[in-house]
């Protein structure tokens, strides 16, 4: 996942102020929206201000659990995770910093492969990291250690490992209630998600057209452009879209990401784009 630089966080700050999110649409102020294809880097993938998420965390929040105290619903948070990958084991961190820093001291380097991302120029997948990221609504293989991006914005990072490594790192860390209970939350809402997806994955006429005349590349429900393109280029791209009511990533290191459904003339808005984005 990327760190922001200062590069990504000048193009964010090129937002007016947004104060409202819902599903994959921001209310900025002075009543106009955008269509939200960054969301969060994916941790809002299942949309902006998910129901029954805000209730686990208005009740947890309602009986003061903002303390890093052992809670049940830590093992509740573990099951959720056990549903998604059977078979591992886990660690849980408060920030990406500290789980970097787990990684770190067990051997294991960046920089992380993305699923949703072509492979950077003239890596095979042979040679790919020891470590990727895991994303859902797109076909993957994760490997022995992957950081799963889940969707809930406000955590905890969580580390997936093979049994086999189990033992190199050291437990994971206590995490305050108040995230735990939303976050478990987010995950059986993400596994109802991926059934559906399976038996009624998306579809889009329009951008599927646009991405033959494009150089565009979409897995899944993400689309793509060159992960190292120049930062200036990026920038202008980024720039262009926003002006359009459309909001990408800050880094080309990251995916637009999808709507499940667009209405008709947003997605032929988009699927334009798509064609002139150079």
């Not at 930062?231 to 709507?259: D, H, T």
């Not at 997605?267 to 002139?276: N, T």
Request: aromatic share 10%; charged share 25%.
């Amino acid at each position: 996942m990327p760190q922001y630089d200062r590069a990504a966080q000048e193009l964010l700050r090129l937002l007016p102020r947004v104060l409202r999110a819902r599903d994959f649409h921001l209310y900025l102020e002075g009543g106009k929206r955008l269509t939200d294809l960054w969301r969060a880097g994916g941790k809002a993938v299942l949309g902006h201000k998910p129901p029954l998420v805000l209730r686990e965390l208005k009740n947890a929040a309602e009986r003061g659990l903002y303390s890093s105290l052992p809670h049940p619903t830590e093992r509740r948070l573990l099951k959720a995770l056990e549903e998604l990958f059977p078979g591992r084991a886990f660690r849980l961190y408060p920030d990406k910093s500290i789980l970097y820093r787990a990684l770190e001291e067990a051997g294991f380097i960046g920089p992380f492969q993305d699923p949703a991302l072509p492979p950077a120029a003239g890596v095979h997948s042979s040679e790919m990291p020891s470590v990727s990221l895991w994303r859902p609504f797109v076909e993957t293989a994760p490997g022995a250690v992957f950081i799963p991006v889940l969707p809930w914005p406000l955590g905890p990072e969580v580390l997936v490992l093979n049994k086999s490594v189990d033992a190199s790192f050291p437990p994971g860390e206590l995490i305050p209630p108040v995230l735990l209970a939303p976050a478990a939350r987010a995950l059986y809402d993400l596994a109802a998600a991926l059934k559906e997806y399976a038996s009624n994955p998306p579809r889009y006429p329009k951008i599927e057209n646009a991405l033959k005349e494009s150089s565009w590349q979409r897995r899944g429900i993400y689309l793509s452009v060159q992960a190292d393109m120049d930062r200036e280029k990026y920038a202008a791209l980024f720039r262009r879209f926003l002006e359009g009511g459309f909001l990408i990533p800050p880094s080309p290191r990251e995916p637009l990401i999808l709507p499940f459904s667009m209405p008709p003339g947003e997605e032929s808005k988009l699927a334009g784009f798509i064609i002139h984005s150079f």
